[in-house]
């Protein structure tokens, strides 16, 4: 017998709204079904009223954990319509700030992860772990997150190298605590007969999907926009994609505990490579044209498309959010599993809702008919042809005659 | 004699999260606060499952329109009395999401909507630092 197990969208399993429709035989679930488009706000459309400098803290509030990859990304896409380098003091300020970001973000996954999995313990610990990082954030930039640092052609404030010696020494101290980490989720045989096995998305279904970031890294796709596309300082540091073959929960897992180990063998690097000089390229006018921007967020790849039309406003920006990617993986790697274990396979892509809704469908109040461009263009020309009916004084009747 | 539900109110407050809109991080730092650094749960501050054993409703975000009649339910379903508090710039005055069109209006408004006299603690900030959330809290449950 089939039934319908929804999710949300306030469950206290998750931070934000959204919805899931489970179709469960017994314990195994056939098929699943996601609603997203609660907290959509209109950003893009909101961007084109906002000038380059504010649409960079507008980008900031598109997602607060990936605060420095949505400015970097859409500063690459300025920069790349612009067709400017930027200082290489600058180069290193992002690349420091986007490492200390993805540090944040993966061990806030792994914690969530683990009370997912009713491991609290976990949980615990690692956010634990978290909280010097987001001082050494707060003492570097003045905020924990969205620190409001990025510039279209550098960055807006130096970062002062007599505070990186407070960065080196925080990372030492924090070295020892992720590779304890990184044994636990090895040998703790817990979460491993909790994650092993459970949640496998193969190749080719990565493949097929798409998808991006740890997520396809744990599935052996190769894939990494710091070495592909190289931006920022990456070319300039040594350091390796982490690829692993499993697929499975463990997988992802392990591929986020080795990214962090990385991430700080990059920023010893950078702070002891990062040059003195500029850090900001003042930029007069932004001309005709239209850019892409890349960047590795914490997810996968991020994307931002800019055109502009010679103005002060962009007039077009498209967000291509990583989780957009990775969240219809779930009908691969969730059906046929068991319905406990659909929980972690769900949260094991690091799905960010407010990244990915960018865009809203609008049904009638029965629910049924869904409303094309062309119906919503026809309503909203009805409307104003109302308005204006309303608002036009009678001598000028006449005139509008042939448009009303 | 004092009312025996805002005796109880003030001795442990049980909160309920709701975002409605927010970009995350006000929903991080409010997890943060229960973590080890912060550990509210020592003043017997404790996030609980369902809003119906909640006594304060944290609301991060400026409440968007498909959102609005979700949290409403939810603002219903509260035992009276209760504190809403607004997390973040967003869900105080919308902050920098004022013009978008697909915004309702901020907590507040919504809240009003259907109960004129519920009571709010605005906590500003983007985000608000955890230490921020917990001496609103104090503060208002000191207002009570």
Same mark, same amino acid.
């Given at each position: 017998?089939?039934?319908?197990?929804?999710?949300?969208p306030?469950?206290?399993?998750?931070?934000?709204?959204?919805? +899931?429709?489970?179709? =469960? &035989?017994?314990?195994?679930? /056939?098929d !699943?079904?996601?609603?997203?488009?609660y #907290?959509h706000?209109?950003?893009?459309?909101l961007?084109?009223q906002?000038?380059y400098?504010?649409?960079?803290?507008?980008?900031?509030r598109?997602?607060?954990?990936?605060s420095i990859?949505?400015?970097?990304? +859409?500063?690459?896409? =300025? &920069?790349?319509?612009?067709? /400017?380098? !930027?200082?290489?003091?600058a180069?290193? #300020?992002?690349t420091?700030l986007?490492e200390i970001?993805r540090?944040?973000s993966?061990?806030?996954?792994?914690?969530?992860?683990?009370?997912?999995i009713g491991y609290?313990t976990?949980?615990?610990?690692?956010w634990?772990?978290?909280?010097?990082i987001l001082?050494m954030?707060?003492?570097?930039?003045?905020?924990?997150?969205s620190c409001?640092?990025?510039k279209?052609?550098?960055?807006?404030?130096?970062?002062?190298?007599?505070?990186?010696p407070a960065?080196?020494?925080?990372?030492?101290e924090?070295?020892p605590?992720?590779?304890?980490?990184?044994e636990?989720?090895q040998?703790d045989?817990?979460?491993?007969?909790?994650?092993e096995?459970?949640?496998?998305?193969?190749?080719?279904?990565?493949?097929?999907?798409?998808?991006?970031?740890?997520?396809?890294?744990?599935?052996?796709?190769?894939?990494?926009?710091?070495?592909?596309?190289?931006?920022?300082?990456?070319?300039y540091l040594?350091?390796?994609?982490?690829?692993l073959?499993?697929?499975?929960v463990y997988?992802?897992f392990?591929?986020r505990?080795l990214e962090?180990l990385?991430?700080?063998?990059i920023l010893?690097?950078?702070?002891?490579?990062?040059?003195?000089?500029?850090?900001?390229?003042e930029?007069?006018?932004?001309?005709?044209?239209?850019?892409?921007?890349?960047?590795?967020?914490?997810?996968?790849?991020?994307?931002h498309?800019?055109?502009?039309n010679?103005?002060?406003?962009p007039e077009?920006?498209?967000?291509?959010?990583?989780?957009?990617?990775?969240?219809?993986?779930f009908t691969?790697?969730c059906?046929g599993?068991?319905i406990a274990?659909?929980?972690?396979t769900?949260?094991?892509?690091d799905p960010c809702?407010?990244c990915t809704?960018?865009?809203?469908?609008?049904r009638?109040?029965?629910?049924?008919?869904?409303?094309?461009?062309?119906?919503?263009?026809?309503i909203?020309h009805?409307k104003?042809l109302?308005?204006?009916?309303?608002?036009?004084?009678p001598?000028d009747?006449?005139k509008?005659?042939?448009?009303l | 004699m004092?009312n025996?539900s805002?005796?109880?109110?003030?001795?442990?407050?049980?909160?309920y999260?709701?975002?409605?809109?927010?970009?995350?991080?006000?929903?991080?730092?409010?997890?943060?606060?229960?973590?080890?650094r912060f550990d509210?749960?020592?003043?017997?501050?404790?996030?609980?499952?369902?809003?119906?054993?909640?006594?304060?409703?944290?609301v991060?975000?400026?409440?968007?329109?498909?959102i609005?009649p979700?949290?409403?339910?939810?603002?219903?379903?509260?035992p009276?009395?209760?504190?809403?508090?607004?997390?973040?710039?967003?869900?105080?005055?919308?902050?920098?999401?004022k013009?978008?069109y697909?915004?309702?209006?901020p907590?507040?408004k919504?809240?009003?909507?259907?109960?004129?006299?519920?009571?709010?603690?605005?906590?500003p900030?983007?985000p608000?630092?955890?230490e921020?959330m917990?001496?609103?809290?104090?503060?208002?449950?000191q207002?009570?």
């Open positions: 017998m089939r039934s319908i197990i929804p999710i949300g306030f469950h206290p399993l998750q931070d934000e709204p959204e919805n +899931f429709l489970l179709t =469960v &035989e017994g314990e195994t679930v /056939v !699943i079904d996601v609603n997203i488009g #907290i706000k209109g950003i893009e459309l961007a084109q906002k000038t400098d504010q649409t960079v803290f507008l980008v900031e598109i997602c607060g954990i990936c990859t949505h400015t970097v990304c +859409f500063c690459n896409a =300025v &920069e790349d319509l612009l067709k /400017v380098e !930027i200082p290489e003091r180069k290193y #300020i992002r420091i986007g970001e540090i944040h993966h061990l806030l996954w792994m914690g969530l992860a683990g009370h997912f609290n976990v949980f615990m610990w690692t634990k772990y978290r909280e010097p001082d954030m707060e003492y570097l930039t003045g905020n924990r997150q409001g640092m990025l279209v052609g550098g960055v807006r404030r130096n970062l002062e190298d007599s505070r990186f960065l080196l020494k925080t990372l030492s924090m070295e605590k992720i590779k304890m980490l990184a636990a989720v040998d045989p817990v979460l491993k007969a909790r994650l096995g459970v949640g496998v998305l193969t190749k080719k279904d990565a493949i097929d999907y798409c998808v991006v970031g740890p997520t396809a890294r744990a599935s052996g796709v190769d894939i990494d926009v710091r070495r592909d596309d190289p931006y920022a300082a990456y070319p040594d350091w390796n994609v982490i690829v073959n499993g697929g499975d997988s992802k392990l591929v505990v962090v990385e991430a700080i063998k010893r690097q950078a702070v002891k490579q990062i040059p003195k000089g500029d850090f900001l390229l930029i007069k006018e932004i001309p005709p044209g239209e850019g892409i921007g890349r960047y590795e967020a914490p997810r996968g790849e991020d994307i498309y800019v055109r502009s010679g103005t002060n406003f077009r920006l498209k967000v291509r959010a990583p989780s957009f990617i990775n969240i219809p993986s691969a790697s059906i599993q068991q274990d659909v929980t972690i769900l949260a094991a892509v809702y407010s809704e960018r865009m809203i469908s609008a009638d109040l029965s629910g049924n008919k869904k409303y094309s461009q062309k119906d919503l263009l026809e909203s009805q104003t109302e308005i204006s009916r309303n608002l036009a004084r001598a009747l006449p509008l005659k042939k448009y | 004092p025996l805002t005796r109880w109110l003030k001795k442990s407050p049980w909160v999260h709701v975002g409605t809109g927010g970009c995350n991080n006000c929903d991080i730092e409010i997890l943060d606060c229960l973590t080890p509210v749960e020592r003043f017997g501050i404790k996030l609980v499952v369902s809003p119906r054993h909640a006594d304060v409703l944290l991060s975000g400026p409440v968007a329109y498909h609005k979700r949290l409403q339910e939810v603002y219903k379903q509260v009276k009395p209760c504190v809403v508090a607004c997390i973040g710039a967003c869900a105080c005055s919308m902050g920098i999401f013009d978008a697909s915004v309702a209006g907590v507040d919504v809240i009003k909507e259907i109960d004129p006299n519920a009571i709010f603690v605005y906590v900030g983007c608000p630092k955890p921020t917990i001496m609103a809290l104090v503060k208002a449950l207002k009570i």
